[in-house]
Nanobody
Framework: QVQLVESGGGLVQVGDSLRLSCAAS????????MGWYRQREGRERDLVAT???????NYRDNGKGRFTISRDSEKNTIYLQMNSVLPGDTAVYYC?????????????WGQGTQVTVSS
């Protein structure tokens, strides 16, 4: 089992910056991918960005250029720096951890953190 604890969400204004954190603990393997997903009201959960154990990063277009994913390998923690936020960024942001190679098992989610962007 892997436990994920997210933090950093809240209410911000358009154009503000925000940093989300996700700390992984438990049976964390050496090969994995961690990522941020978001779910806006009434929509499916979408990928925001992922980062692997070796630092390979992938962004979905929805935040590319405004969002930056990073990690602290010593702390088993990833971050999502969100800049110039927009009302469309309002969503519940979820952290995900998957063991690589991915077999469908060892796929864990955090409880989610709400980000609300007010105009």
């Amino acid at each position: 089992q892997v436990q994920l604890v997210e933090s950093g969400g809240g209410l911000v204004q358009v154009g503000d910056s925000l940093r989300l954190s996700c700390a992984a603990s438990g049976s964390v393997s050496n090969t994995f991918v961690m990522g941020w997903y978001r779910q806006r009201e009434g929509r499916e959960r979408d990928l925001v960005a992922t980062i692997t154990h070796d630092g390979t990063i992938n962004y979905r277009d929805n935040g590319k250029g405004r969002f930056t994913i990073s990690r602290d390998s010593e702390k088993n923690t990833i971050y999502l720096q969100m800049n110039s936020v927009l009302p469309g960024d309002t969503a519940v942001y979820y952290c995900n951890w998957r063991r690589l190679p991915f077999s469908g098992r060892h796929d864990y989610w955090g409880q989610g953190t709400q980000v609300t962007v007010s105009s």
